[in-house]
């Protein structure tokens, strides 16, 4: 008996596991770049987008190779969490401890030149007793010109006692008024077990010149070796992709198109067959019985080409905002001077970054009706990682391999019936019945003689 149950429990066991290929349409095999990494970061193409169903792209999920859903979080393709940021080194002056009363007047400390750059803090101790009876640091931003500051990153020497000590951050355009950014930031260097907790950055998010690190009432400050400005990452680099639309249904002026995917389209355009200058406006909508929403307020757009000359046109259109939209319509004005349009539909692919997490192989599904994948805080393990290896860290590639592999199909994007709303109004028509077959058979019985 026992032999048996054993036996239940290892066959019903990869079934738990498996669960997951019940609920998605398809998935697809990961190549990993590298086997070593905390994160992956996955571009998604287009067999994804077109598998999806979920307008908000919620039925797209890495699993691991015993089924188990991996962290995950969808990132735009231009989200600086999907790249790694820029890192400069800047100036900085080891300032004399100065009273409460003067802290706020270092013009009458410091030498500029004419951009502003500081070029020497005066200092009132000894150069042998500044680096260990500093009065905080004058940090010099200037050097990035209009650039904003993300983060700035205090390196200092190692040290041998453990560090736990608050600092008053200040900004300033003029070196003579100051604005608070932290009025008690920590610097934590802590090891117990071999194993170390660092606190040393410094969040900005604004565009300054000077910033001073000021050590409040009885602090310590380290011995600082440099001073690194993190830099929001350049705009990404990620090439358009366009689809190709034709009409599905026309009238005057009017033309109907369908999409076969949740592609986030961002930009959009119009061509034609022959030359032609046409007044057009755009809608959308994720239902044919639901309202034409309009997208993009009536352009002009323009198509030229002589015998002699290359193909000119107006450019693409920006929409305001990504749309997943199933259903695109164009109106020309005037109508009756337009022949048949194609209409070019751009987006550039997202990112799905995930957290190994068990054993490889890695895939990914997509397209279901039920599953809905909840967005991990990546951010989080992102910055975490990058404080332990470097700056320029960031989630291994891994890439689509192969062609996809058939799980429940077209059987996972039916919606569940809801059988509790079926139970409910049958037992109200049963009750409703009952209540019928009582009321005939009260009206049935023959009045008594009173």
């Known amino acids: 008996m026992k032999k048996w149950m054993v036996l239940l429990v290892l066959l019903a066991a990869p079934a738990v596991a498996q669960d997951y290929r019940q609920q998605y349409a398809e998935q697809w095999p990961l190549s990993l770049s590298s086997v070593q990494s905390g994160a992956y970061r996955v571009v998604l193409e287009p067999q994804v987008y077109r598998r999806a169903q979920s307008p908000a792209l919620a039925d797209v999920q ?13 990132l735009a393709p ?18 004399p401890p100065l009273d409460a009363r003067r802290r706020d007047d270092l013009q009458l ?30 940090v010099d931003a200037s050097v990035l010109g209009q650039q904003p500051l993300a983060t700035v990153v205090l390196d200092w020497a190692d040290r041998q006692q453990p560090l736990q000590a608050t600092v008053q951050v200040d900004a300033s355009d003029d070196l003579r008024n100051w604005q608070r950014i932290d009025a008690a930031l920590p610097l934590v260097d802590l090891q117990r077990a071999g194993k170390r ?92 019985s639901a309202d034409w929403q309009r997208r993009i307020a009536p352009w ?14 107006s450019p693409p259109r920006e929409l305001a905002t990504i749309h ?18 194609t209409l070019l539909l751009g987006y550039q692919p997202e990112v799905l970054v995930f957290l190994s997490q068990g054993a490889a192989p890695y895939a990914l599904a997509a397209g279901s009706a039920t599953a809905v994948r909840h967005d991990a805080p990546v951010g989080v393990l992102i910055d975490d990682l990058r404080q332990r290896n470097g700056p320029a860290w960031q989630p291994t590639l891994a890439r689509l391999e192969g062609p996809s592999e058939r799980l429940a199909g077209d059987a996972a994007l039916q919606p569940p019936r809801d059988w509790k709303r079926w139970l409910l109004w049958s037992l109200l028509v049963l009750g409703v019945l009952v209540v019928g077959i009582l009321a005939l058979g009260v009206l049935r019985q023959k009045p008594t003689d009173a």
């Open 62 to 74: 890495a699993y691991n190779a015993a089924g188990q859903a991996l962290p995950s979080a969808l």
């Open 78 to 95: 231009d989200q600086p969490l999907a790249q790694p940021p820029v890192q400069r080194e800047l100036p900085w002056f080891v300032l």
């Open 109 to 138: 400390l410091t030498e500029r030149d004419s951009d502003g750059r500081v070029r020497r803090v005066e200092a009132r101790l000894g150069a042998s007793d500044a680096g260990q009876q500093a009065g905080g640091w004058l």
């Open 197 to 288: 907790l660092l606190q040393r950055r410094i969040g900005i998010d604004r565009t300054v010149r000077y910033l001073r690190v000021l050590p409040n009432a009885g602090q310590q400050l380290p011995v600082l070796r440099r001073v690194l400005a993190e830099l929001p990452p350049a705009p990404a680099t990620i090439p358009w992709e366009w689809l190709s639309l034709q009409p599905t249904a026309q009238g005057q002026g009017s033309f109907e198109f369908e999409l076969d995917g949740r592609f986030p389209v961002k930009r959009l355009d119009v061509s034609t067959t022959d030359n032609s200058l046409v007044q057009w406006t755009a809608y959308s909508r994720d239902d044919r």
């Open 300 to 313: 002009v757009a323009y198509q030229v080409e002589g015998a002699q000359s290359a193909r000119q046109q």
């Open 324 to 341: 997943r939209d199933r259903y695109w319509k164009l109106v020309a004005e005037p109508a009756s001077t337009v022949g048949t349009p």
